[in-house]
């Protein structure tokens, strides 16, 4: 399985215990968001990151994959 953030997304999500509806209704955003980041159709904003780190109680590395250039091109 890739290393996405999609993947670590729902990785981290799930082991924190929420349901994708929980985690959006605690970032206050639509639950579609959520399904649209775990499916790495969209990225997040920095703000969502940082707001989805608090949520889930996580570091950057464990929700981004350093190695991903993907990340650093935008």
Do not use: C
Request: aromatic share 8%; charged share 25%; no cysteine.
């Amino acid at each position: 399985m890739k290393n996405s953030f999609g993947n670590n997304l729902k990785r981290e999500r799930i082991s924190a215990g929420f349901t994708q509806k929980q985690l959006a209704q605690k970032l206050g955003i639509a639950q579609q968001r959520i399904s649209q980041w775990e499916l790495d159709e969209v990225e997040p904003t920095l703000g969502s990151l940082i707001a989805i780190m608090r949520a889930l109680n996580v570091k950057f590395e464990d929700l981004v994959d350093m190695e991903d250039d993907l990340w650093w091109t935008h």
